[in-house]
């Protein structure tokens, strides 16, 4: 039996989904209850309950959001909970988040009508956050176990975790420790009870050894009782904390028995700037960019431009390959052309090379020579303004030129063979987009260009702009860029610009961090000659993974000069992909998509949040699974191996194989306002027979609370060097 097979099986055998027992020979009505697949959020305001906020916001997954300091709240009682419709009993929930085990105090008459609720119709329960106690099926840290910061911990999926909810993970579950000086996360450690409750189990899914004993303690477990499962997590964590990423996809399919609607998946694109052109080389006495507008003089030849050889184009193929990531080649063909004529009309190796190979990339227009396409810029000043004309109205470039950048480049590429796409566009600094606080306004010349010349994506800079947004008839895709320094061609280039930026006045550094509202200071100025491999690799590469994991499609931006001489910027890459296989199964692969797919995606899913603002119908009978969104929207949803979708008077399997499921967008059928699904046997839950007395409830004797030290990291935003 395969690992999805088991899981399936696993989820079945623990649900609780109640049906109506027919009498024997009766032709009895099916009262087989209804599951809508919507989420219960009780919020305490805290940042675990916010984590799983987020997580349900990113992936698309409807949820009800109560806030217990809400006094205008509704009540949580059975009315709120459940009704019939049709004639069937309906669960208005298919699953529930709580703070903790119980945060209404005790004998609360709204922690029974969830108990009540969550027994009748077989739904789960996940403590976001609780204290380790027999009241959750464990022993309490003082007995035998540790409570206390849990930085640096290296915690393990177990057995039971990797045949069910967590299998899509390595089994190796890393705490941060970003700052030693910092209390980022706390926990308890403790083992199950040794004798539970009559018919209650408790089975640890997350463990890691207790600090100065010999045994193993749960971090997250299901605790069993009553009737009832209850996902009890006894560490607290923030939604950008690497740990959370890492369980959270485990989290939501545990409550939700692997069926629910929005999707998660792990991204990676790598999109490559300026190929064929030449980046300007940091100096590392001036501190600044000769041929920049804030630098004297130009370059020389002790400090040559920087730019890919054949034999650079040559790596990055077999390096591609060899680590399974097709790279994005943004390309300015003036380089090339620049080339031959700075050598007498030879041929340009770099170009003949990357002709060779051209198969072994995905090609992206960047504009011909990298032009500035918004305003007129006034650099005699630094920073540069816009300029303006006698009435103080401001000088845009023209349509005439941002199309002939556009088109002289196509032009250019499409003589040499290049497969391209018409319809994807990066400008040079991402030029003619708004640019705050120079050019607060995108150039209105912009988006009737792209229109006539049928640019749908252009890429733009999170840095800036986070959220997708229009041009015209175009729609962005926000690129995160990489802070490694376009004018940097080795390690020592890149750490000194970096503790120019970075470090304080009195360390010999700008100051700019000084008084910086997205990063901070270096608290001492990095070794030039170790400082990259062992600060700058290790911190970016985080940054990049923080990323692929928060289900965040958008692709990450460096240059061309990184992939030469010293080809630094594979460092980061290679570190990112390493940490990443060291953490998932083979079921959870990167995905990497390109420009236009991206953009895709980001567009489907602003839709798809915009109906589920607006109420969306999605629900479960038994193995039937319907969807009502608007009309033009496509759904998104996470089902299990096996489901078919029903199109007409056919079945066609549903989306693809991920982590252990299958996820993807789905559409109806010609003809048809709904979405039906069939589960696959193996994931319809066991049914019992209903009854209808209230299940016990725990006293929360010992509330968890939150420690201090739990927060957001610092944001890090790149540095002037990151050339947009």
């Known amino acids: 039996m395969g690992r999805p097979t088991r899981l399936a099986a696993a989820w079945a055998a623990g649900a609780l989904l109640a049906v109506a027992v027919p009498v024997a020979g009766a032709q009895a009505a099916d009262t087989t209850p209804r599951i809508d697949l919507r989420v219960l959020v009780v919020d305490d305001g805290g940042p675990a309950t916010e984590a799983i906020r987020a997580e349900l916001d ?63 119709f077989g739904i789960r329960q996940v403590d976001a956050y609780t204290y380790a106690r027999p009241a959750v099926g464990l022993n309490t840290p003082q ?84 009737g009832r499962s209850e996902l009890v997590v006894t560490f607290v964590y923030n939604q950008y904390q690497q740990q959370f990423r ?134 005699t000043v630094v920073p540069w303004t816009c300029q303006t004309d006698f009435f103080g109205k401001v000088k845009w470039v023209g349509g005439p030129v941002i199309n002939g950048q556009i088109n002289d480049n196509l032009n250019w590429g499409a003589r040499q063979g290049f497969t391209l796409d018409r319809d994807e566009l990066v400008t040079g600094e991402h030029s003619g987009l708004r640019m705050t606080p ?38 962005t895709v926000p690129r995160y860029p990489m802070n490694v320094f376009y004018n940097a061609g080795t390690a020592a280039e890149e750490t000194d610009e970096y503790n120019w930026l970075y470090a304080k006045k009195a360390d010999g550094g700008s100051g700019t961090c000084e008084n910086s509202k997205v990063t901070t200071c270096l608290k001492s100025p990095l070794d030039v000659k170790t400082g990259f491999g062992s600060y700058i690799v290790p911190l970016e590469s985080r940054i990049a993974l923080s990323h692929v ?104 399997p549903f989306g693809t194989a991920y982590a252990g499921a299958r996820s993807g967008w789905a559409t109806p059928a010609a003809g048809q306002t709904q979405l039906s699904f069939t589960l696959p046997a193996t994931a319809t839950p066991a049914a019992t027979p209903a009854t209808a007395h209230a299940a016990r409830v725990q006293d929360p004797a010992a509330r968890p609370t939150i420690p201090q030290g739990v927060t957001r990291p610092v944001p890090y935003g790149p540095g002037p060097g990151a050339r947009r």
């Open 58 to 120: 990113d992936a698309g997954t409807p949820y009800t959001n109560v806030a217990l300091d809400d006094s205008g709240r509704p009540r949580i009682d059975d009315a709120f909970l459940s009704d019939t419709v049709d004639g069937r009993p309906r669960a208005k929930f298919q699953g529930v988040v709580l703070p903790n085990d119980n945060p209404f105090g005790a004998n609360s008459p709204e922690m029974a009508a969830l108990a009540s609720y969550e027994k009748r």
């Open 143 to 226: 007995d035998s176990g540790y409570s206390g910061t849990l930085d640096g911990t290296s915690a393990q999926v177990t057995a039971s975790g990797a045949a069910g909810p967590f299998g899509y993970l390595r089994k190796n579950v890393p705490f941060e420790d970003n700052d030693p000086g910092v209390n980022e996360s706390w926990g308890y450690l403790s083992t199950p009870l040794d004798k539970q409750a009559d018919g209650a189990t408790y089975t640890s899914y997350l463990d890691a050894p207790i600090p100065g004993g010999t045994g193993r303690g749960s971090l997250i477990g299901q605790y069993t009782h009553d």
């Open 246 to 379: 890492l369980v959270s996809r485990g989290m939501v399919e545990w409550l939700t028995q692997g069926v629910h609607l929005g999707a998660s998946r792990n991204y990676f694109a790598v999109h490559v700037d300026d190929v064929f052109a030449s980046d300007d080389r940091w100096d590392t006495k001036l501190k600044c960019t000769p041929g920049d507008v804030d630098c004297p003089g130009n370059p020389t030849p002790d400090h040559p431009a920087l730019r890919m050889t054949a034999a650079d184009a040559q790596y990055a193929k077999q390096w591609s390959q060899s680590h399974n990531l097709p790279l994005d080649l943004l390309y300015n063909g003036v380089g090339s052309e620049e080339y031959k004529a700075d050598h007498g009309g030879a041929p340009d190796p770099l170009l003949n090379q990357l002709v060779a190979d051209q198969k072994s990339f995905r090609w992206v227009n960047h504009t011909y020579t990298h032009a500035f396409l918004g305003c007129e810029q006034n650099t």
């Open 438 to 475: 120079q050019q607060p306004d995108d150039n209105p010349n912009l988006a009737p260009v792209l229109a006539m010349n049928g640019v749908r994506w252009i890429g733009s800079d999170t840095s800036r702009e986070r959220q997708q947004r229009p041009i015209g008839a175009a729609l």
């Open 549 to 652: 994991l928060a289900n965040d499609p958008r692709p990450h931006f460096m240059h061309q000069s990184n992939l030469s001489e010293e080809r630094i910027g594979y460092t980061v890459l290679e570190k990112t992909l390493a940490d990443y296989a060291g953490l998932y199964a083979d079921s959870t692969p990167i995905v990497n998509l390109r420009m236009r797919d991206i953009g895709t995606e980001l567009s489907k899913r602003s839709a798809w949040k915009a109906a589920v603002a607006s109420g969306i119908t999605g629900y479960r009978i038994g193995s039937a699974v319907t969807v009502s969104a608007p009309a033009g929207v496509e759904t998104t949803a996470t089902l299990p191996e096996g489901t078919v979708q029903l199109k007409g008077a056919t079945t066609i």
